[in-house]
């Protein structure tokens, strides 16, 4: 063998170990950044379609997405399997993450056990009933905001007028539903409104309603800040300057004497003189004229 293809094989040989180190070096360095990749980035739970309050969670209803580790939610899951049979207190629409805090704890007994869930701590939850007008119709839903007017008489109104005031604003709704009552000896389907309230609110609103009618407005998704400062109104302010005014009557004029003053002297009333007559007459050959008094007609 000569010198020079004893060079050539040797070089040969070098470059194929060094190829060999650097694809090993290559493997190496990749398996290290999916490593690094792995452990910046978990899988977190979150709802494939719109999950309604007090539904129970299947698998069908969950899907995963890669989250940063340093934007990973408390109470998070990675398995949809750990939230089988779970009942949500929130409303989730498709994409919102499935939290702890979002589902009733483990230990909670069944869906009919939500509402508890839903009332924010220091809140209270109240019921009313409204009639279909009151009730926007029809259109209110939970998580929808009102505000609350109530109409009621005077106290200190002696005609009896009426006074509509905003009593309530920016109150949220947690449920609506129906309840039974009996009306003319007859079962009628009254609605009810759950509203989430203080719970100083929350005796406005039960004394208001035993007071007089209420009537829930319905405020925009977006209006949750905005506060309107009413006086109420009655219906003479409804009614003003429509309602032609009428004038005041004419008193008797009373005529005041004063104390210091003499009386005036009493008017004697003088008759006029009535005419008088004289009549002629003749019995026989004797004659005499007798005088009369009285009145002239016409």
Do not use: C, W
Request: proline share 8%.
């Amino acid at each position: 063998m000569t010198r020079t293809r004893a060079v050539i094989i040797v070089s040969i040989v070098a470059l194929l170990f060094a190829g060999l180190a650097s694809l090993g070096v290559y493997n190496y360095l990749k398996q290290q950044e999916l490593k690094a990749m792995a452990s910046a980035v978990q899988p977190l739970v979150v709802a494939a379609v719109e999950i309604a309050v007090g539904t129970k969670l299947e698998a069908q209803q969950m899907k995963t997405v890669a989250m940063p580790q340093d934007s990973y939610p408390q109470g998070g899951f990675k398995n949809p399997k750990e939230l089988a049979g779970r009942v949500a207190i929130r409303y989730l629409s498709a994409g919102d993450q499935i939290t702890e805090s979002k589902l009733i704890p483990k230990e909670g007994a069944a869906p009919s056990g939500v509402m508890t869930y839903l009332v924010p701590k220091g809140h209270r939850a109240v019921t009313v009933a409204v009639n279909e007008v009151a009730g926007v119709a029809g259109f209110l839903a939970p998580n929808n905001r009102v505000d609350v007017i109530l109409t009621t008489s005077l106290p200190n109104s002696t005609a009896g007028e009426s006074l509509s005031k905003i009593v309530l604003q920016n109150v949220p709704i947690l449920a609506t539903g129906q309840i039974t009552e009996q009306k003319e000896g007859k079962p009628a389907v009254v609605p009810t409104v759950t509203m989430d309230l203080t719970p100083g609110d929350a005796e406005k609103l039960v004394h208001a309603s035993h007071k007089g009618s209420l009537q829930l407005l319905l405020r925009n998704v977006l209006d949750t800040v905005q506060l309107s400062e009413t006086s109420g109104t009655t219906i003479s302010k409804v009614l003003g300057g429509m309602v032609p005014s009428l004038p005041p009557p004419n008193p008797k004029p009373v005529v005041q004497q004063s104390a210091a003053a003499p009386k005036a002297a009493p008017v004697k009333v003088v008759e006029a003189p009535k005419p008088r007559f004289s009549v002629e007459i003749i019995k026989g050959k004797e004659r005499s004229t007798k005088d009369f008094a009285g009145e002239v007609t016409k």
